[in-house]
């Protein structure tokens, strides 16, 4: 790297892992999430960003081939969205209590199973690649497991050092966003009727969102060489990685509630 990446650390940011009710058309769930959960979460109060990530419906991995690494997704556990909040304060999600319960209760009428994740306090990390006024045209989710005997810290900072140096000088990117997880735990979004069955060995330990002008810079950038130099090293610390090609991403910011 040859100039020095910049970020904003983020108080605090939840993403929910979400996976569509099977008993009804794809479509018709993703429409119900765009239109009447979407306004009960985005009146929450104290959030700064909320954004709905909208996964392919065809997303069988596409981080290259690795041996050591899983990078094809199960059929089985192939996510259809992500529930990104981030709020404006640690203590925000306190001030959303009213219509966490709506959303709890509203969770059953289009999902099947949601995952809650998050990082501690000040780890999400938002860096500055692209001026104000460049626009994102495609969009690929990552994410990683790390292996067992590999420790949280270590893992961390290879995800914040080497992971994201390497995939920045690795195309001309309009966006960069990571997250490294706390250890998942089911008490932190434990919705009625909806499955939240999390094996240990299929859990997830961080997150990297890159944005692009458009398909083909993606597709160009998986293609990279420095990818593949990548996936040689992320063999050592990791058991999985899932790119995921992001259909749609829908952002609610606080000053249009």
Not at 69 to 79: F, Q, S
């Amino acid at each position: 790297m040859t100039r020095q990446l910049t970020y904003t650390k983020k108080p605090f940011v939840s993403s929910i892992l979400l996976w569509m009710r099977t008993d009804q058309p794809r479509s018709k769930g993703m429409a119900y999430w765009k239109g009447p959960h979407s306004g009960i979460i985005s009146a929450t109060p104290g959030f700064d960003e909320y954004r709905q990530i909208h996964l392919a419906e065809k997303n069988p991995g596409l981080w290259p081939d690795t041996p050591g690494l899983e990078t094809a997704i199960p059929a089985d556990r192939k996510v259809d969205g992500v529930a990104e909040v981030t709020f404006q304060s640690v203590f925000a999600p306190l001030l959303g209590r009213k219509q966490t319960a709506m959303a709890y209760k509203d969770e059953i009428n289009v999902f099947r199973r949601t995952l809650l994740y998050a990082g501690l306090p000040g780890t999400p990390r938002w860096y500055n690649v692209a001026g104000p006024n460049e626009k994102v045209g495609a969009r690929l989710l990552i994410y990683i497991r790390k292996k067992d005997n590999v420790g949280t810290r270590a893992f961390r900072t290879f995800v914040t050092g080497e992971f994201v140096e390497t995939v920045a000088g690795a195309g001309t990117l309009k966006e960069l966003r990571t997250q490294t997880f706390m250890p998942w735990n089911q008490k932190l979004w434990d919705t009625p009727n909806v499955a939240h069955d999390n094996p240990t060995d299929q859990r997830y330990h961080a997150s990297v969102i890159v944005g692009f002008a458009d398909d083909a810079a993606a597709k160009e950038f998986m293609k990279s060489n420095a990818v593949k130099e990548l996936s040689s090293t992320l063999s050592s610390v990791a058991s999985a990685v899932h790119a995921y090609e992001v259909s749609e991403a829908l952002t609610y910011v606080k000053d249009s509630n």
